[in-house]
């Protein structure tokens, strides 16, 4: 998004920009009368809200002041967020950008820090992952087109160490199991809940845990996975189609296992593109319809969290593929995008070295 002075001048350059997407974006409104009324309102706005401009960016004697037109600014930042072809691009690409372009270096936030008063001192797993970390944050990025495929850095044992946890991951999250998750890990140990089981199982929350409904009005509950492609199945371009993780039986006071992603969010588009086996006609485009997701992270550490989070969500976008083309006949659906945001994207710096030794920057025996 371009940078503005007012939101005056940011509302008009979102208008503008819904008012003229791009060829390929644009799909046929069911109701044709109530999109030419808005469209003729959202054109009334535009003309009076740019004679608005044009006349304050002029002085008393009719000269140009230093205010820009507005018209000038619209959507010159147009495909800002950063466009990878693999997750393996993405990921090497995010963990160099935050290796060498941190907004923040934070120091450990230890026990020590805190008041005598205060309770989180009673627990000391309670500051394991609250060490000192390198940061960027509000950050984004796509990948076009995903595939299920291992994610490879410069660092070979580091390669194996991904894909085998990430393997034995996908297994324990599809069978919900938030015990037997801990013996991936020593980690899951120390961040546990005090009856033993884990919060972060994403398969657990997909699948298993049945709490989208609402029992005061319908003895229906369903899955999130379940909500999610009900919403597709009626309407394909349903903007209902999203999926909680992070919820709020998770704000309990001395939670150390926060779910790191908030939700994410399927839809699905109609796309135009060049049809290249009949380049002899006049317009030679076809219209398809492509599935995409989007991921919002509260928080994600990037040798931990990324890579295994990556794999196993572009494996749940092909599979909304897959179940949609047979119970919905959706048989031409085709992957889209994979879109990222997260509002902190950073390494703890103890584990500096496996980020070097990802990029090829260094390697270190004594910490894989």
């Known amino acids: 998004m371009a940078a503005t002075g007012n939101d005056t001048e940011l509302y008009q350059i979102v208008l503008g920009d819904v008012y003229n997407p791009p060829a390929d974006k644009v799909s046929e409104d069911l109701d044709s009368t109530h999109n030419d009324t808005s469209r003729a309102l959202i054109t009334s706005t535009l003309k009076t809200m740019q004679s608005i ?58 026990a020590q820090d805190c008041d005598d008063s205060d309770y989180v001192k009673s627990d000391p797993n309670w500051f394991f992952n609250k060490s000192a970390k390198q940061e960027k944050v509000n950050y984004s990025f796509v990948i ?41 890990s020593k980690v899951w140990e120390r961040i546990a809940n005090p009856d033993g089981t884990i919060n972060a199982n994403y398969g657990y929350m997909v699948y298993h845990l049945k709490d989208a409904g609402n029992q005061k009005f319908s003895e229906t509950m369903l899955s999130q996975w379940e909500w999610a492609k009900d919403r597709l199945k009626r309407l394909y371009r349903t903007n209902q189609a999203y999926i909680h993780f992070n ?23 109609d796309v135009v593109c060049k049809d290249v086996t009949h380049t002899h006609l006049e317009n030679p485009s076809k219209t398809h319809k492509q599935i995409s997701m989007y991921v919002n992270m509260r928080s994600n550490d990037l040798v931990y969290g990324v890579p295994y989070n990556m794999m196993y969500f572009v494996k749940l976008l092909h599979r909304m593929r897959d179940e949609l083309a047979v119970e919905a006949g959706y048989t031409d659906l085709e992957i889209g995008n994979y879109y990222y945001h997260a ?21 270190s025996l004594t910490n894989l």
């Open 247 to 269: 919820r709020p039986k998770d704000q309990w006071l001395l939670n150390k296992d926060q779910p790191c992603c908030m939700n994410i969010q399927f839809q699905i588009r």
């Open 343 to 363: 509002v902190s994207l950073h390494f703890y710096l103890k584990h500096k070295d496996k980020v070097e030794s990802m990029l090829g920057k260094g390697f």
């Open 144 to 184: 076009s087109k995903p595939k299920i495929e291992p994610i490879t850095t410069l660092c070979k044992k580091r390669n194996e160490i991904i894909y085998d946890y990430s393997d034995k991951e996908t297994v324990i999250f599809d069978n919900g199991d938030l015990v037997n998750i801990k013996t991936l």
């Open 53 to 110: 401009a044009i006349a304050s960016s002029l002085g008393e004697d009719g000269s140009d002041s230093k205010m820009v037109p507005i018209e000038k600014t619209v959507c010159k930042e147009k495909g800002f967020l950063t466009n990878y072809k693999s997750v393996s691009e993405a990921y090497l690409g995010i963990l160099q950008d935050v290796y060498e372009n941190p907004d923040y270096i934070h120091d450990s936030f230890t």
